[in-house]
């Protein structure tokens, strides 16, 4: 079990992998892999906890209820799959400052918070506007040939590339 | 069989916490909770997650057109708009380059350690979904629906079998990795 243990599998062992646990969730489960809709579930279920049951008016929560479902348990579960994982091969490490950005940015774990907060906000928008991320868009709909996910994947990587390029300066 | 299945509830919540850990363990294995493969895919100096991404859609299409064919498995493509899907789309890729992980392989993130992901990234995501829900009935009268296409499918859209699609997109894929395990690793 050797391989468990060890710190990376090639890129393409984890492709093959991912595509083959695809063909699992459309029959067992009759779901494609996605994960931001949780959030909006989650968002939901907290707003809740202030406002009560008239949150469920809203119209955003009448078509994504805000409780738990498949898709929230996959959520959970990439969560313990990847401590897991972590674990085995002792990559787990409680980090507050990515190597990569304190290279360039320094060590000061308030700067990473609050760059990582706005990144976030901006993203957990955009996840919902576009009805999907780099999972349910990125893998799930591009392999169901879905038009509308292979543009919104070309425009995810527009919009990535061109921000980290910008925060690190290295536009040609 | 399968659709007595898919409608077990209870199970069905037990299947997606197990196939959620297969995920988040082969996400965290092929490094792509990390940040700096993020990152380096976004500024091209890593081709970690484009690799990844794509041999998951390769291998994925065939076998989920396939089991289609055989009548055990049903299409659940999105639908799509310009005004949703290219506008969305963009905001979602410069909070993506700003935080340096994507929704599912932050919560990876989340699990191998990474404060950041949690405290930033799952925090924040929780507030900008919050917020979108509160403007989604401006934006849905507004700008959602513009240029809207619906739940159309390539195949749909050239009026060709799918395996005229899906095998030459195969070949594009492993041309387009080919390419890029030789001249840009």
Same mark, same amino acid.
């Given at each position: 079990m050797e391989w468990l243990m060890t710190e990376r599998w090639s890129p393409y062992v984890v492709g093959i992998g991912i595509g083959l646990l695809s063909w699992v969730t459309f029959l067992l489960s009759d779901k494609p892999i996605g994960c931001s809709t949780a959030f909006s579930r989650t968002s939901g279920m907290i707003e809740r906890l202030f406002r009560g049951t008239k949150v469920g008016e809203k119209p955003y929560y009448k078509k994504f209820a805000p409780s738990v479902d498949?898709?929230?348990?996959?959520?959970? @579960? %990439?969560?313990? !799959?990847?401590?897991? /994982?972590?674990?085995? /091969? @002792? @990559?787990?490490? #409680?980090?507050? %400052?990515? $190597?990569?950005? #304190?290279?360039t940015f320094g060590d $000061?774990?308030?700067?990473?918070?609050? %760059? #990582?907060?706005?990144?976030?906000?901006?993203? @957990?928008?955009?996840?919902?506007? #576009?009805?999907?991320? $780099? /999972?349910?868009? !990125?893998?799930?709909?591009?392999?169901?040939l879905a038009v509308s996910s292979w543009l919104a994947v070309i425009c995810f990587f527009i919009g990535g590339i061109v921000t980290a390029m910008l925060i690190y300066n290295v536009l040609p | 069989m399968l659709k007595t299945l898919?409608?077990?509830?209870?199970?069905?919540?037990?299947?997606?916490?197990?196939?959620?850990?297969?995920?988040?363990?082969?996400?965290?294995?092929?490094?792509?909770?990390?940040?700096?493969?993020i990152i380096g895919q976004l500024l091209l100096t890593d081709f970690t997650v484009v690799k990844i991404m794509l041999s998951a859609v390769v291998v994925g299409k065939i076998g989920v057109y396939f089991f289609r064919g055989l009548g055990v498995a049903q299409l659940h493509p999105k639908p799509g708009s310009i005004g949703s899907t290219v506008i969305g789309g963009l905001i979602f890729g410069v909070g993506f380059g700003i935080l340096g992980y994507c929704p599912g392989t932050m919560i990876g993130a989340v699990g191998q350690g990474s404060l950041d992901a949690l405290f930033g990234g799952v925090v924040g995501m929780l507030i900008g979904a919050g917020i979108f829900s509160e403007v989604y009935p401006k934006l849905e009268r507004s700008i959602l629906n513009k240029g809207y296409f619906g739940e159309i499918t390539w195949p749909q859209l050239l009026k060709k079998n799918h395996w005229a699609v899906i095998i030459p997109v195969a070949i594009g894929i492993?041309?387009?990795?080919?390419?890029?395990?030789?001249?840009?690793?």
């Open positions: 498949w898709e929230w348990m996959l959520v959970l @579960g %990439v969560f313990i !799959g990847a401590f897991l /994982s972590a674990k085995l /091969s @002792g @990559g787990f490490q #409680a980090q507050w %400052v990515p $190597t990569k950005w #304190a290279v $000061t774990p308030f700067t990473r918070w609050i %760059v #990582a907060l706005i990144g976030g906000t901006t993203m @957990g928008i955009g996840a919902r506007w #576009a009805g999907g991320c $780099t /999972s349910g868009h !990125g893998i799930s709909g591009t392999l169901q | 898919h409608e077990k509830q209870g199970m069905q919540l037990l299947f997606g916490l197990l196939m959620g850990i297969v995920f988040g363990f082969l996400l965290q294995k092929g490094g792509a909770t990390q940040y700096g493969v492993a041309a387009l990795l080919f390419v890029i395990d030789r001249f840009a690793s």
